[in-house]
């Protein structure tokens, strides 16, 4: 049996990735999540309840910062690997109350370091997995980030998951922790919570509602399936080597307008709704990057790698489980989907 313990795990991508190892065959889940008690709790125990129907899943409400409470788990339950997906994650709130942000993706990514440092003294064969993002990289107007460029980020919660990851560095550097870190693209698909931009669209598709866009709506994404995401992880896990910083993408960048089109056209066509739904221009977010745009060959030449799921397809596949899901929304505070946060100059 392979242990593996997921900080984050009722997060969008951490409950993914849960869901996918615990359908493969030799896979005992360790879960660990604080539930970040100020929003979206029911959200994430809604995916915590799915998650703990399997009996090779086990669950520990902890905060990555409790680093005593981490160890004992470490100790106990000796993982071979560990993915830290625990992290705030909305850029939005980050303007508006970046604080959390740092207490999580800084300082807890800090604690749950030393716990790992001790706990690697004696189990040298434990790998650590640092989960991080494309942002990090900052405004990349022309070609893709490379590995081994240089960040600048623009947004408190950018420059938090970088400052981790110059940390988690940093450890393999000096105390020689076995760990790898990712930077992958946005995400998206079924039972990610509305505040992020293509569950937004479908919420208000669904209500034909107007669809916000930011500025111009010319800034520029690089979209991945998320199960595409947890399968690199997990090729990653098998075949990376340590030390090493793979970025995670699709390759191809698609602008905020388009996309919108794109999801319009497809429920349009499919599902007959969505005709009187219509664009809307709002301010933008202050430090908005244009563009980002990961070159993700080393991961494709060196590990194999390559996603499987198109961005037509994924966001067909994507609406069609929130129109069968519709109920999954009304378990959200609606004022968590519809209001407008991020505004703060
Ligand atoms: P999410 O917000 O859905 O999930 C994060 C989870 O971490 C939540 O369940 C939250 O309760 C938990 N958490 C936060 N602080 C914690 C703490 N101190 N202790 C324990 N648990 C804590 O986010 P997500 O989209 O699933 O992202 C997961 C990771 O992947 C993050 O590190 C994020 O930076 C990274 N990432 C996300 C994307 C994306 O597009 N969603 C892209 C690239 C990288």
Excluded at 122 to 137: A, F, G, P, Q
Excluded at 285 to 301: E, V
């Amino acid at each position: 049996m392979t242990n593996i313990l997921i900080t984050g795990s009722a997060g969008f991508i951490g409950f993914n990735l849960t869901k996918d190892l615990l359908s493969k065959k030799g896979y005992k889940i360790i879960g660990i999540d604080n539930f970040n008690d100020y929003y979206d709790v029911n959200l994430k125990k809604r995916r915590n309840k799915i998650l703990k129907k399997f009996k090779n899943y086990k669950f520990f409400k902890i905060d990555i910062n409790n680093d005593k409470k981490i160890l004992k788990i470490f100790k106990r339950y000796k993982p071979n690997a560990i993915f830290n997906l625990a992290a705030e994650t909305h850029v939005d709130r980050s303007i508006d109350g970046p604080e959390s942000f740092i207490k999580s993706n800084i300082l807890g990514v800090f604690k749950l370091l030393q716990a790992f440092r001790k706990f690697v003294e004696r189990n040298k064969n434990s790998l650590l997995i640092h989960i991080s993002t494309d942002e990090v990289y900052g405004d990349v107007l022309t070609g893709r980030s490379k590995e081994e460029d240089a960040y600048k980020p623009s947004s408190p919660y950018a420059a938090s998951k970088a400052s981790s990851d110059h940390l988690v560095y940093s450890y393999i550097r000096t105390f020689k922790i076995p760990a790898i870190i990712t930077n992958c693209s946005n995400n998206y698909g079924p039972r990610q919570h509305p505040e992020k931009l293509i569950p937004k669209l479908i919420y208000n598709i669904l209500n034909n509602k107007n669809l916000p866009i930011y500025g111009k709506g010319k800034n520029s994404r690089e979209w991945i399936y998320v199960d595409d995401h947890c399968e690199a992880l997990i090729k990653i896990f098998k075949k990376g080597k340590i030390g090493n910083f793979y970025n995670i993408g699709s390759n191809i960048n698609v602008n905020n307008i388009n996309l919108m089109k794109k999801l319009l056209k497809i429920i349009k066509t499919t599902y007959m709704i969505g005709d009187n739904v219509k664009i809307k221009f709002v301010s933008d977010r202050p430090g908005h990057d244009l563009r980002y745009a990961i070159n993700s060959n080393k991961l494709k030449t060196k590990l194999n790698w390559k996603p499987k799921i198109n961005l037509a397809f994924g966001l067909k596949k994507t609406f069609e489980w929130y129109y069968e899901n519709q109920k999954y929304f009304l378990s959200l505070n609606k004022r968590d989907i519809v209001n407008r946060l991020g505004k703060k100059r």
